[in-house]
């Protein structure tokens, strides 16, 4: 597969792991043709029932993508096309389509005119989850206007061989056609490591380069073969024959790497010199727990609990809690699960619950503030949580902590509803441990008080380094801000994990920072108990874990925090990484 010429090679985000090479296919967006007449008013009862078949198609369509994704990739990647389901309902559409059609428009320009509206409504809002909203009005309006039209879809499994795919950026609907024996890799104009063809891709073990740049586009051109390394997020368009020499080289020692990281789903995370610690995982809905099977996790450290209140108009019933609990519990018996009480507010909003705007959500009325203001809401969530813990080992967390009297408040709370429990003859583990999350400056100055009023500390690095550093986590402007490896994130960890030991109980962190590997060694030498974090990532960190005795790790932490910089952290880190000899740890 000699190229011509001369290779281009291309940076972008490195979004699924691994390294394909082969012919290129471009998948371009088509332009829909479409008419233009007006429709006589006699036409236009059949130009809505049109319409209406075309919903119904497209409903169809979903429902087999669904039900596809879901088998073959996983529930929770399937639920994305249960959400496009719902656009095919929402009268913001349907009735407004229908609407234009009355007033004499062709129903596939009206349809075009009112996706399009809507989809430039949702990009231009403040709330980053609704403006990914776009996008997906976008994907359904186009399949409805093609059902429409009986125009077929792009597709991306008739390939004579396999294909190394380039796009602008890959729709779910094209994203679920992705076959790991026919797309060997793709890479794409726009997107960003959580995008959902970044997401679908590392579920599928399909290599990717996301977010390019036009500078993709300008190299396509000509080219006719290219290497994705979706390790180093590289392109390489044309390679030429010592590139391909490379990218044999590298593709084995990647599939080596792959072996080992399955090897060690049976292994304990323990150094060897013996030390043991725990590897969890931190999910978001029982629809991330086939991920923390693959992985053999330990546990889940964290359990978000906001999905049950979120994409919904009132608030979720004790029933409909204590069932979601009650699954993940069960499903992970007689591993424990970490459930941390409602933490809305800050970046995550809940409309129903018509909260004022605040101009800094982030240092407002969220999480456990909420919680303690509003016991009515907070009582139930309690409840459902001590209902679930007769089905297995649940640890219950309390998140945003910063003084001593609110894991007063929230204790003797989680008293009354016990106490109501039993009134009402309901069964719970009495021995629930309670611990809260270390996120705050203040929590983790005064964490030897702090640590005598709970069973377990579990630092949350995310929000400790936003309050930390006075960084808004998700303000793009300063995300370089956002630095987990300064020198006084760190002492605060160190305190936190020494405080927690003074006084007996176990420290653990459920943060970005414990899925972080520059950081194992780090936080293995600080003693840090329990590591948890997103499933994806718990192999490399066993990995170095299993690489590395505790007298070495100790080590690597006092000289890191003897540093003045993050940058000198670092790269002192990642030298100690090396030296390891973890081969292909990008
Ligand atoms: C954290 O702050 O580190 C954390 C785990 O919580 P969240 O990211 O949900 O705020
Ligand atoms: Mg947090």
């Known amino acids: 597969m000699a190229g011509e010429g001369k290779a281009l090679t291309l940076k972008g985000i490195a979004a699924s792991p691994g390294i394909a090479g082969g012919p290129v296919y471009r998948l371009e967006a088509q332009e829909l043709q479409f008419p233009t007449h007006q429709v006589p008013p006699e036409g236009i009862p059949e130009e809505i029932a049109a319409f209406h078949r075309a919903l119904e198609e497209t409903g169809e369509q979903l429902e087999t993508i669904k039900e596809q994704v879901a088998r073959e990739v996983g529930e929770d990647k399937a639920a994305i096309f249960g959400a496009h389901q719902l656009v095919l309902q929402d009268p913001a559409l349907v009735d407004e389509v229908e609407n234009r059609i009355r007033q004499g428009t062709n129903g596939a320009q009206a349809i075009a005119a009112v996706v399009s509206e809507l989809e430039e409504m949702l990009a231009q809002l403040e709330d980053e989850y609704l403006r990914e909203r776009a996008a997906d009005i976008r994907d359904v309006g186009n399949r409805i206007l093609r059902n429409f039209l009986g125009v077929a879809g792009p597709s991306l499994t008739d390939f004579a061989e396999p294909v190394v795919v380039f796009a602008r950026d890959l729709t779910p609907s094209e994203t679920a056609q992705l076959r790991p024996d026919r797309v060997l890799a793709f890479a794409t104009v726009t997107g960003g490591r959580t995008s959902h063809a970044a997401i679908m891709a590392r579920s599928l073990e399909i290599p990717a380069v996301v977010g390019l740049g036009e500078e993709l586009v300008a190299g396509l051109s000509r080219a006719r073969e290219a290497i994705v390394d979706g390790t180093r997020g590289e392109v390489i368009l044309d390679p030429t024959p010592a590139d391909w020499a490379e990218y044999r080289k590298r593709k084995e020692e990647y599939q080596e790497y792959a072996r080992r990281l399955v090897s060690l789903r049976e292994l304990p995370a323990q150094t ?45 019933t004790e029933e409909e809690q204590f069932q979601a609990y009650r699954e993940v519990v069960e499903k992970l018996a007689p591993r424990p699960v970490v459930i941390r009480t409602l933490d809305i507010g800050g970046d995550k909003e809940l409309p129903y619950l018509g909260l004022d705007q605040e101009v800094n959500p982030f240092l407002g009325w969220r999480a456990i503030r909420y919680c303690l203001d509003r016991p009515d809401v907070f009582k139930v969530q309690l409840a459902a949580i001590l209902r679930a813990s007769a ?26 509803v016990k106490a109501e429990l039993e009134d009402r003859g309901e069964a719970y583990d009495h021995q629930l441990q309670v611990g809260i999350m270390i996120e705050t400056p203040g929590a983790a100055l005064t964490a030897d008080i702090l640590a005598r009023e709970v069973d377990f500390f579990s630092i949350g690095t995310n929000d400790l380094v936003q309050y930390t550093l006075a960084v808004d986590r998700v303000n793009e402007r300063v995300s370089q801000l956002f630095e987990t490896f300064h ?33 194992t060694p780090l936080l293995l030498g600080l003693g840090l108990d329990e590591f948890s974090m997103s499933a994806s990532s718990l192999p490399r960190v066993k990995q170095v874990i299993r690489s590395l005795s505790r007298r070495d790790a100790r080590q690597m932490a006092n000289h890191a925090l003897g540093l003045n910089t993050a940058g000198e952290i670092k790269a002192y880190m990642e030298r100690c990484l090396e030296n390891l000899n973890l081969e292909q740890s990008g």
């Not at 923390?292 to 978000?304: D, M, Q, S, T």
């Not at 640890?395 to 609110?406: A, D, G, Q, T």
């Not at 020494?498 to 920072?513: K, L, N, T």
């Open 487 to 519: 020198p006084g994130v760190l002492r605060l960890i160190k305190g936190v994990i020494d405080a927690g030991h003074a006084a007996g109980i176990p420290v653990a962190m459920c943060g970005e920072m414990a899925g972080e590997v520059r950081a």
């Open 272 to 316: 060897p010199d013996g030390h043991r610690v725990e590897l969890f995982a931190n999910i978001g809905s029982p629809a991330d727990l086939p991920g923390v099977e693959k992985v053999n996790a330990e546990g889940i450290g964290l359990f978000r609990t906001e999905f049950l209140y979120m994409d919904r108009t009132s608030l979720p």
């Open 391 to 416: 089905y297995g080992k649940i640890r219950l967390m309390f998140p945003m902590v910063v003084s001593v009297e609110e894991v007063r408040r929230a204790r003797a709370l989680l008293a009354e």
